[in-house]
C-alpha cells in the first residue's frame, strides 16, 4: 500500500497531518512552528485536519520521530481518515520506509511538498524543465529506495527458461534512464538560458533594470501590479509567482525603467531547486537595483528578512545595491513596529502594495538611483542631432537654452547614467566651462 502511494507526491484535496520534530537551532517560530508548513500544504491543495508536534535534542535514528508520538500519529491517521502525512523536518529514505510501515500512510518531508508546489506553478517551459531536473535530482533519489520494484529482475527469479543468470536490479536500469532524461533536460536548460542571457544583455545595456526580491507572500505581484499597471497573478498563498515577468515601469519626467517580478524565496529551499532555478533569478543577479519587498505585519519577519539575505549571498547578489520596502503597513495595528523596522533597516520605505501608500516616494528613491549623482552643466551640441536633443529633453532637467545657426547651448541637471546614454548614441557635445 504504502509503496504505491509513494508512486505520486502531490496531495491535492487530500487529508492531511502536519508533524514537526522541534530540534534545537532550528529556525522556527516557537509560538506557531507549524504555521509555514501548513501554508505550504494549503497552498498546494491539502486539507489540513490535525498537527503534532514533539521536542526532542536529536532525531530518531530510524524513524526521525520519537515511537510514543509515532504511535499517536497512526492513531490520528485512522481517527482523521487522513491520506498524507506532512513532516517539517527533510527525512531519509529508510526513515520514510520505517514510519510508512507503521502509519500505512503516504508521508512527504517539506521538501517533497515544495517540489509539488514548484510542478503545479510551472507555467513556461524552461520552468517546467527545471522542476523536472529539481524533482528528479531529489525526489527521484529518495522515492527509489522505497519502490517495490526496485529489486533483481532475472537472476535466479523463478520467471522462465532463460532468465538465469548474473542479472541486473532495476534500480540500476532506472539510474540509467534518470541519468539520460538528467543530461537532456540540461542541454535543453542550457539552451534557453544562453538565449534568455542575450535578452537580459540586450536589455540591461538599453534599460536601468530594477528588481522585486523578498520571501514569498510579501507582496512583489501586488507591488508589480501597482506600479506597471499590470495585471499578472497575484494571490495571498506561497509561491504564487515561479515565472519570472517584466514589464516597464514609467517613473514620470520621461524616465522609465524595466522592473521584474520574480519567483519568492522561502527558508531552507531545497539545493537542486536553488541551483535549477538560479536562471530564474537572474533577472535579479543582474538588475541594477533590487528592491527587497517584506512584509512587516507578519510576526515572522525578521526570520524572513534573514532567508533573503541568505538566499542573495547564495546567488552571488549580495553587495548589489537594494532598497527595502516596508510593505502591508495597512495591516499593523499602529506604526510602532513600523517605526521599528524604519530604525533597524537603513533608509528603508514604508508602502502598502494594496492600497498604493508611500509609492511616491519609492519612485523618487528610484529615480534617483536610474540618473545616478546629479550635476550641473552646460552642454552645446549641433541642432542637427535630433536624437541627442531629444534624449536630454526627456531625460534631464533644462533650465536654459542659447541657440546659434548651427547649434544650441544647454544649461541643465543631468545624471550621470543619461550623459553615459549620451554617448553611447555617439552624440557630437561639448561642455562649455563657465
Known amino acids: 500500500m504504502a509503496d504505491m502511494q509513494r508512486m505520486d507526491i502531490s496531495v491535492e484535496r487530500e487529508r492531511a497531518i502536519l508533524v514537526a520534530v522541534l530540534l534545537p537551532g532550528m529556525a522556527l517560530d516557537l509560538r506557531d512552528p507549524l504555521a509555514e508548513l501548513r501554508s505550504l500544504a494549503e497552498t498546494a491543495g491539502a486539507v489540513v485536519v490535525d498537527e503534532l508536534t514533539q521536542n526532542r535534542q536529536r532525531p530518531d535514528a530510524g524513524t526521525f520521530i520519537g515511537s510514543g508520538k509515532l504511535d499517536d500519529l497512526a492513531t490520528l491517521i485512522q481517527a482523521h481518515r487522513a491520506n498524507v502525512v506532512i513532516f517539517e523536518n527533510d527525512l531519509s529514505p529508510a526513515q520514510i520506509r520505517n514510519i510508512e510501515q507503521v502509519i500505512h500512510c503516504k508521508l512527504l518531508d517539506r521538501s517533497e511538498l515544495i517540489l509539488d508546489i514548484f510542478a503545479n506553478r510551472a507555467r513556461t517551459h524552461e520552468a517546467k524543465l527545471q522542476v523536472e531536473l529539481a524533482q528528479l535530482e531529489y525526489t527521484y533519489p529518495r522515492l527509489r529506495a522505497m519502490w517495490s520494484h526496485l529489486e533483481r529482475i532475472v537472476g535466479g527469479s523463478p520467471v522462465g527458461i532463460g532468465t538465469r543468470g548474473p542479472g541486473e536490479q532495476q534500480i540500476e536500469i532506472d539510474r540509467r534512464i534518470v541519468q539520460r532524461r538528467k543530461a537532456d533536460l540540461r542541454r535543453e536548460i542550457e539552451r534557453a538560458q544562453l538565449r534568455k542571457r542575450r535578452e537580459l544583455d540586450k536589455r540591461n545595456t538599453d534599460f536601468f533594470t530594477v528588481g522585486l526580491v523578498g520571501y514569498t507572500n510579501a507582496g512583489k505581484s501586488t507591488l508589480f501590479n501597482t506600479l506597471t499597471d499590470a495585471s499578472v497573478y497575484a494571490d495571498d498563498k506561497l509561491f504564487a509567482t515561479l515565472d519570472t515577468r517584466t514589464r516597464k515601469w514609467t517613473l514620470g519626467g520621461g524616465d522609465a525603467v524595466m522592473l521584474s517580478d520574480t519567483v519568492g524565496f522561502v527558508r531552507d529551499l531545497p539545493h537542486h531547486l536553488v541551483a535549477s532555478f538560479r536562471a530564474t533569478l537572474e533577472e535579479s543577479m543582474l538588475s541594477d537595483l533590487l528592491l527587497v519587498v517584506l512584509d512587516v505585519s507578519d510576526p515572522d519577519a525578521e526570520r524572513h528578512m534573514r532567508t533573503v539575505e541568505q538566499v542573495l549571498e547564495e546567488i552571488g547578489v549580495g553587495d548589489k545595491p537594494r532598497l527595502v520596502l516596508l510593505n502591508k503597513i495597512d495591516r499593523l495595528d499602529d506604526n510602532a513596529e ?97
Open 338 to 434: 513600523q517605526l521599528v523596522w524604519q530604525q533597524r533597516v537603513e533608509g528603508s520605505l514604508p508602502v502598502s502594495a494594496a492600497k498604493g501608500l508611500g509609492l511616491d516616494a519609492v519612485i523618487e528613491r528610484v529615480r534617483s538611483a536610474y540618473r545616478g549623482g546629479q550635476q550641473t552643466l552646460t552642454l552645446r551640441l549641433p541642432m542637427s542631432d535630433g536624437r541627442a536633443l531629444g534624449l536630454l529633453e526627456n531625460r534631464a532637467e533644462v533650465h536654459s537654452r542659447d541657440y546659434d545657426t548651427t547649434h544650441v547651448t544647454l544649461k541643465l541637471t543631468i545624471g550621470t547614467r543619461q550623459l553615459d546614454e549620451l554617448r553611447s548614441i555617439g552624440a557630437q557635445f561639448e561642455v562649455v566651462e563657465e
